[in-house]
């Protein structure tokens, strides 16, 4: 293969990547500080990118033409909004169901996902089919070789990094990173020591749904195409990730989800058969990693209490 | 067992509870007015509101505990009496079909989740390695369609194996992932696949006994009945062998292992329970059932298409099982009648039913979490009451 299509895929690898990981670390942030899967994770994802595309077509209709601010607003409208929607699941369906078993929660939040996925499908003005995505950021591309560079694809994956340094940074140096990573530590301690155990539910999982509002932005941006069903996609895939990675560690979920992407990468471009199995090849490794690595590759450090 | 020890409980009010959800159904099957099936339905909610008010549901629940082979005797007469009364109506038998063989893939994973605790979010994928194998099978070979049924089964179980050393390393939610992929990867592979048809599935050749024909519709006595009352009656035999399976495990030792197994998998290790033997028996049996449940309802539908067998169906048998209660084979029987049945009846919500329904399984999270009928005390002796 020659470098320009290695380049190419390696692009279009890094860009699918970036978006699993933003998925995959909300599941591992709500699973540190709470102990659950909350499998809704993915259709908040398709509502956010629906309600930036809401935002534009409002925007659009009030005569506003300036890409930049309708840029803003989209991301402002969509990552405000499921942070809103992100505690308030929280609230409502996640923290009441705290001494029930893990697969209650489980379940409530997969049926809260099929809640928003259909709500979105049946009462979004034609929901039910494909919607196109705006074309907002510049187009321009840069060519070496046969590999073709384009900026919308750089300045997406650049802001990315951004947000992802900007959670470790907060996690790991403000007081409120402080306090999650206390509440993931031992629930109990935290608050003994004055932590403010619900709050900071509440913070986390509306941080958690922020990135997942950013992260289908980002995927309406790229495809420039969103349908009701991107979410469920998006979710399991950002699950499986969060898993191989080891639930409970930030870095254990992106490298989770940069290694999906390769693995879908790989299937599609590097493997004898058809491009078409390249999702049976990826989740086939899931199974497989699972059976080598029960607990994902960077594991929680777990004991047990008997 | 419980008669013989003197008959404390009255079999009385089970068989009029009996008759009375069976009439109900067949009502709320022949009537075709949407506003009558709403008001039906809200008439039948009520009732059971009414009843539990006045405590009639308690004598109910005692002779179902205490009686339970003589009623499950007349559970069997008043499906073949919805039957009988549906004999000319195709529709109407497919969709009691389609009840029958739901309950038994959900017994299936009822083995699964509620007695071994061993989690199975692929259940529609082994439903459909069950439809696949009927559709190969019936067109390439001359194998008896009985014996389909039995290997549909096994390819389940076969198939189910793979998965055996992941589901048996990993634990909670790495539990879930493995079954999770699975789905998705089965669905994938269906649809990409040339020579099970892809996307547009593949035909299934019907059933077959000694040369007796289920495709055909048929007379006794001068009476037309559907060619649906054959694969009835096949359904019914599989349902009744598989309730009498389940309940047999669950009240014997095997059952007491696979509960200990459930509640505390280190007390149960020290208490010298093999703990894997368990969890693959488990696993491999509840794939078993699901998958013969799948070859025959591939038959009854004369159809496969991957798009029957997604992980939003493996999510309804779980929600089936959830809302009947986990580890009640009772409601799994009264949760999938619901579950089935409903959506099909009432057209004006057909549009929002996954809505509608899976605001419902939240609510009874929310506020029954053990299901609508939930899973008795275990009964270690005949007559002992807890």
């Not at chain 1, 956010?48 to 890409?67: H, I, Y």
């Not at chain 1, 996902?113 to 196109?132: H, I, Q, S, W």
């Not at chain 1, 090849?281 to 594991?299: C, E, N």
């Not at chain 2, 579950?339 to 009874?364: G, N, S």
């Amino acid at each position: 293969m020659d470098f320009g299509l290695f380049a190419q895929h390696t692009m279009n690898g890094l860009m699918l990547g970036m978006m699993y990981a933003l998925v995959a670390v909300g599941f591992t942030l709500f699973f540190g500080v709470l102990d659950v899967i909350k499998f809704s994770h993915g259709d908040v994802l398709t509502v956010g990118a629906f309600t930036a595309l809401a935002t534009f077509v409002g925007l659009k209709s009030m005569g506003v033409a300036s890409t930049t601010v309708e840029l803003l607003a989209m991301l402002i409208a969509a990552i405000g909004a499921m942070a809103v929607l992100g505690a308030v699941i929280a609230k409502a369906f996640v923290l009441p169901l705290r001494a029930a078993p893990a697969l209650n929660t489980l379940l409530i939040t997969l049926m809260l996902g099929t809640v928003l996925r259909e709500a979105v499908r049946l009462f979004y003005p034609d929901g039910a089919n494909p919607k196109p995505f705006p074309r907002l950021l510049p187009a321009e591309s840069v060519s070496i070789g046969n590999f073709n560079l384009r900026l919308d694809n750089t300045i997406m994956l650049a802001a990315g990094v951004l947000v992802i340094v900007g959670l470790q940074l907060m996690l790991n140096r403000t007081k409120l990173g402080l306090a999650i990573r206390a509440v993931a530590q031992d629930e109990e301690t935290a608050k003994t020591m004055g932590v403010n155990f619900s709050a900071i539910v509440l913070i986390t999982f509306a941080i958690g749904s922020a990135l997942a509002a950013f992260a289908g932005l980002m995927n309406g941006l790229y495809y420039n195409e969103i349908n009701f069903g991107i979410g469920l996609y998006l979710g399991v895939v950002g699950f499986s990730a969060a898993i191989i990675g080891g639930l409970g560690s930030i870095y254990g979920a992106i490298l989770g989800g940069f290694m999906f992407a390769a693995l879908q990468t790989i299937g599609a471009v590097a493997l004898p058969f058809a491009s078409a199995y390249k999702d049976v090849f990826a989740f086939a490794v899931v199974i497989v990693l699972m059976a080598w690595r029960p607990t994902g590759l960077i594991p929680e450090k777990l004991s047990e209490r008997v | 067992m419980a008669a013989a020890n003197g008959g404390a409980g009255s079999v009385l009010p089970g068989v009029t509870a009996i008759a009375l959800a069976t009439a109900f159904l067949i009502v709320l099957l022949r009537v075709e007015n949407q506003t009558a099936i709403i008001s039906l339905l809200a008439f039948g909610l009520a009732a059971v509101a009414v009843a539990n008010w006045f405590g009639w549901l308690a004598p109910v629940t005692r002779s179902f505990a205490e009686r339970e082979n003589a009623l499950d005797a007349f559970a069997v007469v008043a499906a073949l009496v919805v039957a009988a009364v549906f004999h000319e109506d195709h529709f109407v038998l497919l969709l009691v079909c389609t009840v029958l063989l739901y309950i038994v893939a959900t017994l299936g994973l009822n083995i699964q989740f509620g007695y071994a605790g061993v989690l199975n979010f692929a259940g529609a994928s082994f439903f459909g390695i069950g439809a696949y194998t009927a559709a190969v099978l019936n067109e390439h070979t001359a194998i008896p369609h009985l014996l389909v049924l039995l290997i549909g089964g096994v390819m389940a179980a076969l198939i189910g194996s793979l998965l055996l050393l992941p589901v048996l390393r990993t634990r909670g939610h790495y539990a879930a992932v493995v079954t999770i992929a699975f789905a998705l990867l089965f669905k994938t592979f269906l649809e990409v696949n040339d020579v099970l048809g892809g996307p547009q599935g593949l035909q299934v050749r019907s059933m077959k006994i000694l040369g007796w024909s289920f495709n055909d519709n048929f007379q006794i006595g001068g009476v037309k009945l559907s060619f649906y009352i054959s694969y009835f009656l096949v359904s019914l035999i599989i349902l009744v062998l598989a309730f009498v399976l389940v309940r047999r495990i669950e009240r014997s030792w095997v059952g007491l292992n696979l509960d200990a197994l459930r509640l505390d998998e280190t007390a149960a290790c020290c208490f010298g329970l093999d703990i894997v033997r368990w969890k693959v028996t488990a696993f491999l049996l509840g794939n078993f059932l699901i998958g013969i449940a799948g070859t025959l309802f591939g038959m009854v539908g004369g159809f496969v298409q991957p798009n029957n067998y997604t992980f939003a169906d493996s999510l309804i048998l779980v929600s089936i099982l959830l809302l009947g209660g986990i580890g009640n084979p009772w409601g799994v029987v009264v949760a999938t009648v619901i579950v089935v049945i409903v959506p099909e009846k009432l057209q004006a919500i057909q549009e929002y039913r996954f809505l509608l329904y899976a605001a419902l399984v939240m609510a009874v999270l929310l506020f029954r979490s053990e299901g609508l009928l939930p899973r008795p005390v275990r009964r270690y002796f005949p007559g002992w009451r807890p």
